[in-house]
T-cell receptor
Framework: EPEVTQTPSHQVTQMGQEVILRCVPISNHLYFYWYRQILGQKVEFLVSFYNNEISEKSEIFDDQFSVERPDGSNFTLKIRSTKLEDSAMYFC?????????FGPGTRLTVT | RKEVEQDPGPFNVPEGATVAFNCTYSNSASQSFFWYRQDCRKEPKLLMSVYSSGNEDGRFTAQLNRASQYISLLIRDSKLSDSATYLCVVPDSWGKLQFGAGTQVVVTP
């Protein structure tokens, strides 16, 4: 069964450093998303991506964040200068016509 | 009012019993709804979709009440493996998912 994959599974970084989280969506899906979940809190939408551009972004997704689909398979989330409060699980998702499928997540720890 | 609201629980359920819990949503224009299951520190996994009045899949039944703007999930004959957090999810018209905070279910032997 096709699945969304994410790398790395865990990333530890120092405050102020740049991180890139990688995702490989399901191959025939056209809509891609990033969500995050701070420990003990609900899953929050960050950004959606369709047709090689951002279709919607949340208030969380400020200038420190960017997304890219550098080739036909990868979908990346970059955080330019990490803050302590960026520590969270980051989930990538891709969607067919109706349903979103989530990757296993990247646990980002900012120290 | 929160966009998607759930009773956080925990609901402690003896193995074999039935448990049910609700989720309320604020956007009356919402057309579709989902229940996802999330195990500790794992990704949400789709459990059920609800597009009309309800849906049934084995031991799981979801019901939608549009007039009162709530969705319910009922689990019959609970198994130990049903212990998880159940997330009520409402997509907007662009596909963005709005999550509730989740209802924790603990099935005990």
């Amino acid at each position: 069964e096709p699945e969304v994959t994410q790398t790395p599974s865990h990333q530890v970084t120092q405050m102020g450093q740049e991180v890139i989280l990688r995702c490989v969506p399901i191959s025939n899906h056209l809509y891609f998303y990033w969500y995050r979940q701070i420990l003990g809190q609900k899953v929050e939408f960050l950004v959606s991506f369709y047709n090689n551009e951002i279709s919607e972004k949340s208030e969380i997704f400020d200038d420190q964040f960017s997304v890219e689909r550098p080739d036909g398979s990868n979908f990346t989330l970059k955080i330019r200068s990490t803050k302590l409060e960026d520590s969270a699980m980051y989930f990538c998702a891709s969607r067919d016509k109706y349903e979103q499928y989530f990757g296993p997540g990247t646990r980002l720890t900012v120290t | 009012r929160k966009e998607v609201e759930q009773d956080p629980g925990p609901f402690n359920v003896p193995e074999g019993a039935t448990v049910a819990f609700n989720c309320t949503y604020s956007n009356s224009a919402s057309q579709s709804f989902f229940w996802y299951r999330q195990d500790c520190r794992k990704e949400p996994k789709l459990l059920m979709s609800v597009y009309s009045s309800g849906n049934e899949d084995g031991r799981f039944t979801a019901q939608l009440n549009r007039a009162s703007q709530y969705i319910s999930l009922l689990i019959r004959d609970s198994k130990l493996s049903d212990s998880a957090t159940y997330l009520c999810v409402v997509p907007d018209s662009w596909g963005k998912l709005q999550f509730g905070a989740g209802t924790q279910v603990v099935v005990t032997p």
